[in-house]
């Protein structure tokens, strides 16, 4: 069932809140190609993507907590540093099966499990709970 965006997932930040509707949406498509792998490579472009633009979003973020003058800016990204982490091994894990004669589709949904599971995590753990706690930071002005 895809995620879809909800009032409760803003942290009043327009740039960041476009950042995690768009990111939403990229989980979405990787579950989408998860659920009918028919070909098995548009999993791992999906999911290059997704790390792409998440690592993109995490160095826009970061910048936005310097300007704010975030306190926990180094947990902030240490988070990310982890979650690219996992995404990379996501990543190879799927390119390993592409390249293994075995692999294909069959190998691909033997994953799509573990990779749903993370994303949603991700989204839960990190979205919904590390990017709240920025809430209160946006309704100061900004640090100069």
């Known amino acids: 069932m895809p995620i879809f965006w909800r009032p409760q997932f803003r942290i009043g930040h327009d740039d960041i809140d476009a950042d995690h509707r768009y990111l939403i949406l990229l989980i979405n498509t990787v579950e989408l190609v998860l659920r009918f792998p028919d070909d ?20 826009r ?5 310097i300007a704010y003058g975030y306190l926990h800016l180094d947990q902030h990204k240490l988070e990310h540093r982890a979650l690219l982490a996992e995404l990379d091994i996501l990543v190879q894990r799927i390119h ?7 692999g294909g589709v069959e190998g691909v949904k033997a994953q799509s499990g573990e990779i749903t599971a993370f994303l949603r995590k991700w989204l839960v753990d990190h979205v ?17």
């Open 96 to 102: 390993a099966t592409l390249e293994d004669p075995d």
């Open 40 to 59: 098995p490579r548009n999993v791992e472009l999906a999911l290059t993507e997704l790390r792409r633009y998440a690592e993109d979003h995490f160095e």
């Open 128 to 144: 919904m709970k590390s990017d709240m706690q920025l809430v209160p930071l946006f309704r100061k002005p900004v640090v100069r």
């Open 61 to 65: 973020e970061e910048r936005i907590q």
